[in-house]
Every structure is written in C-alpha cells, then in structure tokens.
C-alpha cells in the first residue's frame, strides 16, 4: 500500500522526467520537400536551376542534326564524353552537380553511349592490376578494349547581376559545345538563360 508521501516523491520524479525530455528536444521543426519541387530560398544558383538547366540544354543537343548525320554515316550511336563545367561567375557554384545532371539526361536519353571519364585512371589501374599475375585468366580484363569517345560535351556558366531600387535581377548563362574528337570541328552549340528577379527584403540581398 503505497503513502502519501511516496505518491509525492512518485508525483516529483515524473514532473522531472518530463522536464528532462522538454530540455533534450530539438529546437526546430523540419519537414520533407519534393527535391522536384522548385525553391527560391536566396539569390544565389540552386539546385532547381542545375536541373532545368541540364534538361533544356540536353534536349536542344540531341534534337540537332549532328546526330542524325553521325548515325547515318556511322550505323551507331555516338560515344559521348562529358567535360566538367567552367564556373565564370562571381559566386561558388557546385558545377560538379550541374555535370552530373547533365550525364543523367545524356544517358537517360538512349541516344548516345556515354563514357565514364572521370574514372578512367582507376579502371586503368584495376586493369593493370588484374593482369600482374594475381587474377583467374578466365576473369581479368585485357588492356586495349576500352572504346574512345566521338565527341566532347564542354562549356561554362556566367552570370550577370542588376540592381534597381528595391529590385534584384540575376541572370545566369550556361553555354555548351560538343567537339568532334576526330577533327576538332564544333558540331553544335547553345546556350541556356535563367533569370531570377529578387525584392530586396529589410536586410538586403
């Protein structure tokens, strides 16, 4: 049979457990977003413009008449490879992400075979490796069937910035080219615009 005063101290430990818990929650709240779903949070290039940027740019690329005319002379589809994009601009962009975009689109499209360059050096390696001695015969690869690329996808992304009043506008342009490897002829080019108008808030942009 339990006293009143064990029914007090009972009473304080659960007023201080729950005291203690208050005091280890998280002082934010947070959700999940759709990452499709387009955001403006600041003035600067996002996630959002990677991605628009990449769609519409690799859309224009495979649409052109390069393709039609490599794949009639050559009854293949051509191997693409893909250069990292130049940041001109004055702020820090993750151009690695808008690479990135860029191959998914390419590869997605079922239009061109598409090389791995970035990974090259450590294929070579594993290659090499396999043949010293230390792999099954049956199951190294053998030095000398990698496939070369037809073509280099390169370009570079700028921005210009105007204010007026209470007004910001940024305008971001991305620019590509594709090389043809075999002669250095460039067989397509085009550019890609995002423009994004800012009210400047009491703190300022």
């Not at 051509?78 to 990135?100: F, G, S, W």
Request: charged letters at 25%; a positive charge; hydrophobic letters at 35%.
């Amino acid at each position: 049979m339990s006293t009143p005063g064990k029914k007090v101290r009972f009473a304080f430990q659960a007023i201080a457990l729950g005291l203690s818990l208050g005091a280890c929650s998280p002082d934010f709240e947070g959700t999940y977003n759709d990452p499709a779903q387009a955001e403006i949070v600041d003035d600067k290039w996002n996630e959002t413009d990677a991605r628009k940027t990449a769609t519409s740019m690799i859309q224009q690329v495979l649409s052109k008449p390069w393709l039609a005319v490599y794949e009639e002379r050559k009854k293949q589809k051509p191997v693409v490879i893909v250069d990292d994009v130049a940041n001109r601009t004055d702020e820090h962009i993750d151009t690695k992400a808008l690479t990135e975009f860029i191959q998914d689109e390419l590869i997605n499209s079922g239009k061109v075979r598409f090389l791995n360059a970035e990974k090259r050096k450590q294929i070579l390696d594993e290659i090499k490796y396999q043949n010293s001695g230390t792999t099954a015969e049956g199951s190294k690869k053998k030095l000398g069937n990698q496939i070369g690329a037809d073509f280099m996808l390169s370009g570079a992304i700028s921005s210009s910035v105007h204010s007026q009043g209470g007004l910001k506008t940024v305008t971001y342009q991305t620019a590509l080219n594709l090389t043809d490897l075999n002669t250095t002829e460039m067989t397509w080019s085009g550019k890609e615009l995002i423009k994004k108008r800012f009210k400047r808030s009491s703190a300022g942009l």
